[in-house]
């Protein structure tokens, strides 16, 4: 198995843009995590999915933040319009009782 | 909600002496405790993980031990290498890890040659 796959691993972007980070999780796990990762916030987590439904959002910072997952093998995390502050690295994880982590997408936000 | 402190935040050691990480947990439901290592630049990882029927547990260089009436847990690593340099996260989940794991705010591990 390849792992979790994000894409893409690098995005730059201008304030007031929208972003789409997207990720694939391992076949068969049916938990899906989107964190977020800031040297001053650490390690956060903005939502969770359980068999696909959202559980858990509490973490999503704002409005601007929308994630969903159509099926078992995708997911995405929206940001609309993205602003400077929102730059960090967004990591997804998929469990079937152990985390797993993607490579992670670092996100500039100019 | 759960609450995990972990401490130190930093701790250098000299190559070859052994470290120790401790966290601490609020809910008593917690019973499943997994350990991660991030290397700067890459994806947290799973390093050892002890569910709530046991003690101790131990790999190689990496042990674990939970004191569940205490609801303390650390993790151990003897003759430290430069490459055990990192920053560590600890994590409960009262879920058995299968829903929200909560990561602690993580100790940068600095092994000196």
């Known amino acids: 198995d390849a792992g979790v796959i994000q894409s893409p691993r690098h995005e730059v972007t201008e304030m007031g843009q929208e972003v789409t980070l997207r990720c694939k999780p391992i076949?068969?796990?049916?938990?899906l995590f989107w964190y977020r990762q800031t040297m001053m916030r650490g390690l956060e987590l903005l939502i969770y999915f359980n068999n696909n439904v959202p559980i858990d959002d509490s973490g999503m910072p704002e409005d601007r933040f929308s994630a969903k997952m159509p099926n078992a093998s995708f997911s995405t995390l929206k940001i609309q319009p993205s602003e400077p502050r929102d730059s960090a690295v967004y990591f997804c994880?998929?469990?079937?009782?152990?985390?797993?982590f993607g490579p992670g997408t670092r996100l500039l936000v100019l | 909600g759960e609450n995990v402190e972990q401490h130190p935040s930093t701790l250098s050691v000299q190559e070859g002496d052994s470290a120790v990480i401790k966290c601490t947990y609020s809910?008593?439901?917690?019973?499943?405790f997994p350990w991660y290592k991030q290397e700067l630049g890459k994806r947290p990882q799973l390093i050892i993980d002890i569910r709530s029927n046991v003690g101790e547990k131990k790999d190689q260089r990496i042990a674990v031990t939970l004191n569940k009436t205490a609801k303390h847990f650390s993790l151990h690593i003897t003759e430290t290498q430069p490459e055990d340099s990192a920053v560590y996260f600890c994590?409960?989940?009262?879920?058995?890890?299968?829903?929200?794991?909560?990561f602690g705010t993580g100790t940068k591990l600095q092994v000196i040659p």
């Open positions: 076949s068969g796990h049916n938990s």
């Open positions: 994880a998929s469990s079937l009782g152990t985390q797993y």
């Open positions: 994590a409960a989940s009262s879920s058995g890890g299968y829903q929200k794991v909560t």
């Open positions: 809910d008593s439901a917690s019973n499943y």
